[in-house]
């Protein structure tokens, strides 16, 4: 009985060792397919900065071109588009590009606020950056990365996902999510929305409605519109009309 219970005792000592075996080769194989992997990213990152270089000039003049370069710089975990001191914005002079676009943003928000409540479709925004800096090659991922810059240094404009687009917002009160849900519904509609269609698609009742746009009304957000065609009053985010009428 004691025999076949030291037999027991060491056939489970040698179970352990060869877990532990087993473990640390595994542990080996795993460092160095890391190491292998790290090699790899290092010399795909050279030939990044040696590609950035040889293309410098199409980087910063086309706006295709360059949203295809920060999809290769995603890859390696690189944005060159962050910081204004660091190897690529001076490599690129893409950077200032950037902020100089964000100032713009504010400035344009700035002077349409009155008429838009601090809410733009990215198509309106867009538009209005082309005209003023009359330059073809900036394009709406131009005008999110100007944004997510802005974000960064606590501004108050951002950019909101609807269904197929962005809408910007730049309002001084912080909108809430029920105004949120009404501005993608009101973009993907056009710019408008009744009290009806908040109630019949968001499945919200008519307290929670009612409540959501008077402080949109209160902040003007949107504009009311006593004399829509169903008979129904329409309210309308002015900055999104245009992008979609």
């Not at 730049?170 to 710019?191: C, F, M, Q, V, W």
């Not at 009806?196 to 919200?204: M, T």
């Not at 746009?213 to 009309?241: A, C, H, K, R």
Request: hydrophobic fraction near 35%; charged fraction near 25%; aromatic fraction near 8%.
């Amino acid at each position: 009985m004691r025999r076949n219970r030291l037999v027991g005792i060491g056939a489970l000592q040698k179970d352990k060792q060869r877990q532990e075996l087993f473990q640390q080769k595994g542990a080996d194989l795993a460092k160095e397919e890391l190491e292998k992997l790290t090699g790899q990213m290092s010399e795909f990152k050279t030939n990044l900065e040696r590609f950035a270089a040889k293309y410098k000039s199409d980087i910063r003049k086309s706006g295709e071109f360059r949203r295809h370069f920060q999809q290769m710089c995603a890859i390696t975990g690189v944005d060159p588009l962050r910081s204004s001191a660091n190897f690529w914005v001076k490599l690129l002079g893409v950077g200032d590009l950037y902020y100089e676009l964000a100032i713009q943003i504010v400035e344009i928000f700035l002077s349409t606020s009155n008429r838009n409540g601090g809410v733009m479709s990215i198509e309106e925004l867009h538009k209005r950056v082309l005209a003023s800096r009359k330059d073809d090659s900036i394009t709406s991922e131009d005008i999110l990365e100007a944004i997510k810059k802005l974000e960064v240094l606590g501004s108050n404009i951002r950019a909101v996902k609807t269904k197929s687009s962005y809408v910007i917002q730049s309002t001084p009160a912080e909108l809430n999510s029920d105004h949120i849900e009404i501005t993608r519904l009101a973009h993907s509609a056009g710019g408008h929305f009744s009290e009806s269609e908040l109630v019949s698609q968001l499945d919200w009742t008519s307290e929670r409605t009612s409540k959501a746009i008077n402080e949109l009304i209160m902040e003007g957000i949107i504009w009311v519109d006593n004399q829509g065609l169903s008979g129904e009053t329409l309210y309308w985010f002015p900055g999104i009309i245009k992008a979609n009428s």
